[in-house]
């Protein structure tokens, strides 16, 4: 369909609108793997040490002024897995920071009981949860879904099962009937507890531009990670870009009144003393470039890291237009160093490579 002149600029201020507007600061979140393991080097040798670290990681965080703690979910690994425990344990020792994953497997979810843990969660943290679930990515085990129960019905994959179950879930934290009373003839029952407002703040992670329209179309929050599952030939943060740009559209498009949360991840190791020079000073140079490979059978670009002098990134980052056009960045870190590691590089974003990010008039 051809818009005429009113039309398009109608569409074109509303997209405006939805973006970052100048003098914003961008929200800064931290997001951790989980990863565990005994091996030499590691200072997280186990479940135990990986979780209770996550939570300090997370009071650290708050208290050097980073705005979200968000954390991986996989199934079968030695990573975080199911995050309610976790999230309800963080939110009951902090007061501000937003609490989050990236991305849940839908795939592998009970959608009322994903509600009720959901809903538990987010009253705990006084309604600071941030959830981002999606398809689910690359895995270590086949079809591990099945081991947990859940099967595609006739005629659907696996990627249509969650997004069934994505429906199911919303349906559940936005208080419809779910079961037949017992007590009122033809009244269906909600799940409990309720959370107000926690269906605003679910995100779908798209790896590609036809997710991120599907994620406008259903009024979710856009989560776009280092990985983009197509590969048009120009760089990541453009490509990334772009993708942000067509889920503002198709969110106009809907005359929705909310303003949706976008987000992006980014690998930010700033260069600030002996430890973070030994580990990845070498890789300053290495990755710096984007690369492409293949990932599920399809050629897929991965974002570059931004290594080096704190002041140096932030020039970077301060060019990189998904980045720019995002209202938070998630700063994956590589928790098996140890909480005191990851903070000292954190408070070095938020004082030296923070500001650099407000949006620009």
């Known amino acids: ?136 990515s690359p895995e270590s085990v086949i079809r591990g879904f099945e081991s947990f129960g859940y099967y595609p019905a006739e005629g659907e994959d696996e990627s249509a099962m969650a997004r069934r179950h994505l429906d199911i879930f919303m349906k559940a934290i936005r208080g419809e009937g779910m079961a037949p009373s017992a007590r009122v003839q033809g009244k269906y029952a909600p799940v409990q507890p309720q959370s107000p407002g926690l269906s605003e703040r679910i995100w779908w992670g798209a790896g590609t531009d036809s997710t991120a329209v599907w994620t406008a179309q259903q009024g979710l929050n856009l989560m776009s990670s280092t990985l983009m599952l197509e590969d048009k030939g120009v760089p990541f943060d453009q490509q990334q870009a772009e993708q942000i740009r067509l889920y503002r559209e198709e969110w106009a498009k809907a005359g929705r009144t909310r303003v949706p949360r976008v987000s992006v991840s980014r690998s930010v190791i700033p260069i600030i003393d002996a430890d973070s020079a030994r580990y990845f000073g070498r890789r300053a140079q290495e990755d710096s470039q984007d690369y492409t490979g293949i990932i599920d059978n399809t050629f897929s670009r991965f974002g570059r890291s931004y290594i080096g002098e704190p002041d140096l990134i932030a020039e970077e980052l301060a060019r990189d237009a998904a980045v720019q056009a995002a209202d938070t960045v998630l700063l994956t870190v590589p928790n098996q160093l140890g909480v005191d590691f990851n903070l000292r590089m954190l408070e070095s974003i938020v004082k030296d490579i923070k500001p650099a990010l407000t949006v620009k008039a």
């Open 1 to 136: 369909m051809t818009m005429n002149a009113s039309e398009t600029q109608k569409t074109e201020l509303s997209v405006q609108n939805l973006e970052p507007q100048p003098g914003t600061e961008k929200k800064l979140g931290f997001l951790s793997f989980g990863h565990w393991a005994e091996i030499p080097g590691s200072r997280v040798n186990s479940a135990s040490e990986s979780l209770h670290q996550a939570i300090d990681l997370a009071v650290g965080a708050e208290d050097i002024g980073l705005d979200g703690a968000f954390f991986r979910v996989h199934h079968f690994d030695q990573q975080q897995a199911t995050p309610y425990p976790l999230l309800s344990a963080i939110a009951a020792k902090t007061s501000r920071i937003e609490l989050g994953t990236g991305v849940i497997d839908m795939r592998y979810e009970n959608p009322l009981y994903m509600a009720e843990l959901a809903a538990m969660a987010d009253l705990i943290s006084a309604g600071r949860l941030q959830l981002g679930v999606s398809r689910g």
